[in-house]
């Protein structure tokens, strides 16, 4: 892997090998838990 790229990836759930990746210091894993403020609802 190389060392100077930024990358963002998005998932709603943790990917097992990314997971692995951040748990080992590979990766840093980042949690968003409240949506932002101007987010429209989810209608189902």
């Given at each position: 892997?190389?060392?100077?790229?930024?990358?963002?990836?998005?998932?709603?759930?943790?990917?097992?090998?990314?997971?692995?990746?951040s748990l080992i210091g590979v990766r840093d894993l980042s949690v968003i838990n409240?949506?932002?403020?101007?987010?429209?609802?989810?209608?189902?």
């Amino acid at each position: 892997l190389k060392e100077s790229i930024d990358s963002l990836t998005l998932t709603a759930t943790p990917i097992p090998r990314t997971l692995h990746m951040s748990l080992i210091g590979v990766r840093d894993l980042s949690v968003i838990n409240t949506p932002p403020e101007d987010r429209f609802p989810i209608l189902a």
